[in-house]
C-alpha cells in the first residue's frame, strides 16, 4: 500500500520550494486510526518555520500577482488533471490516515479537483467595475486585486476538500499561502504541496507546514504579513482565531461547527427521506460538520421513520476503509469514541431508547456501530452540542410550527435538511429556517458551485459558488480626474 501512495506521502514541510524538517528535528506521530498503528511522521513547526514560509509567501507574492488571470487559470487546470490522474493513490492516503471507506476518499478526491476546476474557471471572472461619474471631468473604477499572503488551517475530516476550497481561490485570485493541516492527517495537506510542485506552480506560492497548532496558529494570526486567515474546523477554536487576528485586522473567513436538523413532515416520501437520512447522518460515519444532528420526524410518521431508518442503519457495513465494500471506517480516535459514549448515556439516562446500535463495534479500537435513538427530547445533550459521530437522535414533533421553532433553537446555522410534499410547506419552511444551505428533499447537497457556509456562530464568508473567490479579493476605487 505504501508502496503506492508513497510519492505524495511527504514527511516533510514544503517552505519556498524546498522540503524540509523543523529546526528542532523533532516530529509528530501519524496513525492510522483502523488500526492505531503509525504510518510515519511529520515534522513539528513552532512558530519559526511558520515565520519563514510567511516570508516565503510574502516574496512569491510579489510576482505571483503580476500573473495573468488566464496564467493562473491553465496552472490551475493542471493541478486539477494531476489530482485525478492520481486520484487513486492519493485516496488510499487519505483512507490510511482519516479512516474513510475508499469509496468516499476518491470522492472527496474528486471533490477536490472539482473545485480547483471550478476557480479555474472563476480565475477569469473577477470583474471589476466601470461606475457611471457624476463628475464630468472624472472616471470611476472599481478594480479587484488578491489580498496577498492568505494562511489556511484546516481539519481532519475533509483533509483533501477543505484545502482544495482554500488553495483554489488562493491561486486563481493571486495569492500565496501558508497552509497548516490538521495534525491527525497531515499527508493529504502536504501531497498539495507535492501536487503544486509538480504542476509548476512558482515556489513559495504554496507552502505547507505541520506540527503545534498553538504556535503556528499564533504566528499565521499575528503576522502582519498575513492578510486573510481562513479557518475550517470547531467554533471554538475559530473564535480563538478570530480574536487573535483582530490586533492585525486580517480579513477571516471561518466554517465552523453545525447543528444540522433533518425535519421529516407527514406527507414526505419516507423512503426517500430514509436514503437521505443516512447519506446525510452517516457519512464519513457522522464526522462532517453539515452531518445532520438531530431528527424531527412528525407524530403521523415517526413510528415508521424511526423503524426505517434503523433498518438501513444496521444494513451499513462498518470495517477498513480499504476493504471492499465498507461504508463506515473508524472514528478519529479514541476520545471521539468516547464522547459518542457520553452522548448516548446522557440520553438513555433521559428516556431515549437505542433501537439500533449504541455501542462499540466489535472490530475493537475506534469502530463504532451506526447508532439510532428514539424518543429524543430537547433536554438531551445532542439539541444544543454536535455529535460528530455516527448517533441519530429522533424527536418527535406535532405541527410545522413547532418543527422550524426546535431546529433554529441553536446557536448553529450551516445546514439543514427537511423532506415534504407539499410546496407551499417547502417555501414556508425554507424561509423559516436561519441556516446558510437548506437542503429540499436532498440529503447530499455540497457542490463547488453553490456557496457552503453558514450563520450565526457556524461562521463567516462563503465556499465555492462565484462568492468563493471574493473573500481573497480587495476591492480598489480608482478616481481618474483632469479628463
Ligand atoms: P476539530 O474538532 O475538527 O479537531 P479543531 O478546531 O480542534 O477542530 O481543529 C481544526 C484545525 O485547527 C486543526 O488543523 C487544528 O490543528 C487547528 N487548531 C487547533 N487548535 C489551534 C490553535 N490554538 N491555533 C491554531 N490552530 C489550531
Not at 433533518?262 to 447519506?279: K, P
Request: glycine residues 10%.
Amino acid at each position: 500500500m505504501l508502496q503506492k501512495t508513497s510519492h505524495f506521502m511527504r514527511q516533510a514541510n514544503l517552505i519556498n520550494g524546498e522540503w524540509v524538517q523543523a529546526d528542532s528535528g523533532k516530529t509528530v506521530d501519524v496513525i492510522n486510526p483502523a488500526t492505531g498503528l503509525k504510518i510515519g511522521t511529520v515534522p513539528y513547526a513552532t512558530g519559526v518555520e511558520t515565520r519563514r514560509a510567511i516570508e516565503a509567501a510574502n516574496e512569491a507574492f510579489k510576482s505571483f500577482r503580476k500573473t495573468s488571470a488566464l496564467e493562473r487559470s491553465k496552472l490551475l487546470r493542471k493541478l486539477h488533471d494531476a489530482i485525478m490522474d492520481n486520484q487513486d493513490a492519493l485516496a488510499e492516503l487519505l483512507t490510511m490516515e482519516q479512516g474513510k471507506s475508499l469509496t468516499e476518499a476518491k470522492g472527496e478526491v474528486g471533490s477536490s479537483a472539482a473545485y480547483v476546476l471550478w476557480f479555474a474557471e472563476e480565475a477569469r471572472r473577477t470583474y471589476g467595475d466601470v461606475v457611471p461619474s457624476p463628475w464630468a471631468d472624472r472616471r470611476v473604477l472599481v478594480t479587484k486585486e488578491p489580498v496577498g499572503v492568505i494562511a489556511a488551517i484546516t481539519p481532519w475530516n475533509f483533509p483533501s476538500s477543505m484545502l482544495a476550497r482554500k488553495i483554489g481561490p488562493a491561486i486563481a485570485a493571486g495569492c500565496t499561502s501558508v497552509v497548516k493541516p490538521a495534525t491527525q492527517t497531515p499527508y493529504s495537506g502536504l501531497a498539495w504541496g507535492a501536487l503544486c510542485e509538480e504542476v509548476g506552480i512558482p515556489k513559495g506560492v504554496v507552502n505547507v507546514v505541520t506540527g503545534s497548532a498553538a504556535q503556528i496558529g499564533d504566528e499565521l494570526c499575528t503576522n502582519p504579513l498575513v492578510k486573510k486567515i481562513t479557518f475550517t474546523g470547531s467554533t471554538e477554536v475559530g473564535k480563538m482565531l478570530i480574536a487573535k487576528s483582530a490586533s492585525t485586522v486580517k480579513k477571516v473567513s471561518m466554517e465552523l461547527g453545525g447543528n444540522a436538523p433533518f425535519l421529516v413532515f407527514n406527507d414526505a416520501d419516507i423512503d426517500r427521506a430514509v436514503e437521505g437520512a443516512i447519506a446525510a447522518k452517516f457519512r464519513n460515519s457522522g464526522q462532517t460538520c453539515v452531518c445532520t444532528n438531530r431528527f424531527f420526524a412528525q407524530a403521523g410518521i415517526y413510528d415508521k421513520f424511526v423503524e426505517k431508518l434503523a433498518e438501513a442503519s444496521n444494513k451499513l457495513k462498518v470495517g477498513h476503509g480499504l476493504d471492499a465494500g465498507v461504508q463506515q471506517g473508524p472514528l478519529i480516535d479514541e476520545k471521539a469514541v468516547e464522547k459518542v459514549e457520553e452522548f448516548i448515556a446522557d440520553a438513555t439516562a433521559n428516556g431515549g431508547k437505542i433501537v439500533a446500535g449504541g455501542k462499540r463495534h466489535a472490530l475493537g479500537g475506534s469502530f463504532f456501530e451506526p447508532t439510532v435513538i428514539a424518543n429524543a427530547t430537547p433536554d438531551m445533550k445532542f439539541m444544543k452540542e454536535e455529535i460528530f459521530g455516527p448517533i441519530a437522535p429522533v424527536f418527535k414533533f406535532e405541527t410545522e410550527e413547532e418543527a422550524v421553532a426546535l431546529a433554529n433553537d441553536t446557536e448553529f446555522g450551516l445546514a439543514c435538511y427537511f423532506y415534504t410534499g407539499d410546496l407551499g410547506r417547502a417555501f414556508r419552511v425554507m424561509e423559516g429556517l436561519k441556516y446558510g444551505m437548506v437542503g429540499v428533499n436532498e440529503g447530499i447537497i455540497t457542490t463547488p458551485e453553490a456557496p457552503f457556509g453558514g450563520v450565526k456562530e457556524s461562521g463567516l464568508g462563503r465556499e465555492g459558488g462565484h462568492q468563493g473567490i471574493e473573500d481573497y479579493l480587495d476591492t480598489k476605487y480608482v478616481c481618474i480626474g483632469g479628463l
